[in-house]
């Protein structure tokens, strides 16, 4: 496959990113809830589970170029990158547990263990154990089974963790199950409940079957989008504890990202994949640091705003990454001319 047709994936994965940011800003809840409801739990939910079918997909056309060996590199420059950023967030996740969790601290320790397995040492690092999860059974399991069956089982586990979604339609007495669960983990939104399916959605996407030549994937995307509108405001107002799973992002990530594979767009857009990347990672600080530093000037209620928030969060995202980026570039530049 051209490299062009990889180009609009590389687009929306930069979108995405900035959808991932307004969800964790709201930026509009403070000038209309209903449009912050539909950025926030309509277009943001999208983000996350088209990531997962991305990394689904590369991963599954590297392991048909280079073997096996693919997932123990992939792996190691994951896990890589995840210890780097756990060790950045570690002093939130601490100001964190303090703030929520009544525990001695001779259990923090165990606690960020806990973490760092499973939920990430802050919340937005979920993704990256989660994907490991996902990927890892998706590889062991398609070594003696079929992806067929493995979508039915991921698909079946989806719709358990999609209790917390579903919460107000459950009678009491799983109610009361489900709050049990969400004490002790917090969220089903991990690698067994919610990124499996979307990873293995991916790797279906790389086989070339009759779905995969589908040719009204735009068309399907369209519908399937429409019936998640219909979906989310279906279950607004309702007693949930989050919006995570819905059940129309299922069908729709794989319409969605067949869709993007197949328009030829002709800008290279790799280096906004790579920032996107970055702001996922770098922007959760600055939902941290800028009311701080407002504070200090007396003027914390400017983050009040979420316009306020998500421009100045963004603003600062995209210093931080650009900075980034060219740091790296530096690095690369002067170990080249070093050989």
Same mark, same amino acid.
């Given at each position: 496959?051209?490299?062009?047709?990889?180009?609009?994936?590389?687009?929306?994965?930069?979108?995405?990113?900035?959808?991932?940011?307004?969800?964790?800003?709201?930026?509009?809840?403070?000038?209309?809830?209903w449009a912050n409801f539909v950025v926030i739990n309509i277009?943001?939910?999208?983000?996350?589970?088209?990531?997962?079918?991305?990394?689904?997909?590369?991963?599954?056309?590297?392991?048909?170029?280079?073997?096996?060996?693919?997932?123990?590199?992939?792996?190691?420059?994951?896990?890589?990158?995840?210890?780097?950023?756990?060790?950045?967030?570690?002093?939130?996740?601490?100001?964190?547990?303090?703030?929520?969790?009544?525990?001695?601290?001779?259990?923090?320790?165990?606690?960020?263990?806990?973490?760092?397995?499973?939920?990430?040492?802050?919340?937005?690092?979920?993704?990256?154990?989660?994907?490991?999860?996902?990927?890892?059974?998706?590889?062991?399991?398609?070594?003696?089974?079929?992806?067929?069956?493995?979508?039915?089982?991921?698909?079946?586990?989806?719709?358990?963790?999609?209790?917390?979604?579903?919460?107000?339609?459950?009678?009491?007495?799983?109610?009361?199950?489900?709050?049990?669960?969400?004490?002790?983990?917090?969220?089903?939104?991990?690698?067994?409940?919610?990124? /499996?399916?979307?990873?293995? $959605?991916?790797?279906?996407?790389?086989? =070339?079957?009759? *779905?995969? #030549? +589908?040719?009204?994937?735009? @068309?399907?995307?369209?519908?399937?989008?429409?019936?998640?509108?219909?979906?989310?405001?279906?279950?607004?107002?309702?007693?949930?504890?989050?919006?995570?799973?819905?059940?129309?992002?299922?069908?729709?990530?794989?319409?969605?990202?067949?869709?993007?594979?197949?328009?030829?767009?002709?800008?290279?857009?790799?280096?906004?994949?790579?920032?996107?990347?970055?702001?996922?990672?770098?922007?959760?600080?600055?939902?941290?640091?800028?009311? /701080?530093?407002?504070?200090? $000037?007396?003027?914390?209620?400017?983050? =009040?705003?979420? *316009?306020? #928030? +998500?421009?100045?969060?963004? @603003?600062?995202?995209?210093?931080?990454?650009?900075?980034?980026?060219?740091?790296?570039?530096?690095?690369?530049?002067?170990?080249?001319?070093?050989?």
């Amino acid at each position: 496959m051209e490299r062009s047709n990889y180009n609009l994936i590389d687009l929306l994965k930069y979108i995405c990113a900035i959808l991932v940011v307004a969800v964790h800003v709201n930026p509009l809840k403070d000038l209309s809830e209903w449009a912050n409801f539909v950025v926030i739990n309509i277009f943001g939910r999208v983000a996350v589970p088209f990531f997962f079918v991305c990394a689904g997909y590369f991963i599954a056309n590297n392991l048909k170029k280079r073997g096996d060996v693919y997932i123990k590199d992939y792996m190691i420059s994951l896990m890589k990158t995840y210890i780097i950023w756990s060790i950045i967030y570690l002093p939130f996740g601490i100001l964190w547990v303090q703030s929520n969790l009544d525990i001695p601290i001779i259990l923090y320790p165990i606690a960020l263990i806990y973490a760092f397995f499973n939920v990430g040492t802050f919340y937005h690092l979920w993704y990256v154990p989660a994907l490991v999860f996902s990927v890892l059974v998706t590889f062991f399991y398609t070594k003696k089974f079929s992806l067929r069956s493995l979508f039915i089982w991921s698909l079946i586990l989806y719709t358990i963790g999609a209790a917390e979604t579903y919460n107000a339609y459950l009678d009491p007495a799983l109610q009361s199950i489900v709050a049990s669960y969400m004490g002790i983990f917090f969220t089903t939104r991990n690698g067994l409940f919610y990124g /499996m399916i979307f990873v293995v $959605i991916g790797f279906i996407a790389a086989q =070339d079957n009759w *779905l995969t #030549r +589908f040719k009204k994937n735009g @068309l399907a995307f369209f519908i399937c989008f429409s019936m998640l509108i219909f979906e989310a405001f279906r279950m607004y107002n309702t007693d949930g504890y989050d919006f995570n799973f819905l059940f129309m992002l299922v069908p729709l990530s794989y319409f969605m990202f067949q869709w993007a594979r197949a328009v030829n767009y002709h800008r290279d857009c790799r280096k906004l994949r790579d920032l996107g990347s970055l702001y996922y990672f770098t922007h959760v600080m600055f939902i941290e640091l800028i009311p /701080m530093g407002l504070g200090l $000037i007396h003027q914390k209620q400017l983050f =009040d705003s979420g *316009l306020f #928030r +998500f421009v100045s969060v963004m @603003l600062c995202t995209h210093g931080l990454s650009m900075l980034i980026t060219m740091i790296r570039k530096f690095i690369k530049h002067r170990q080249l001319s070093t050989q």
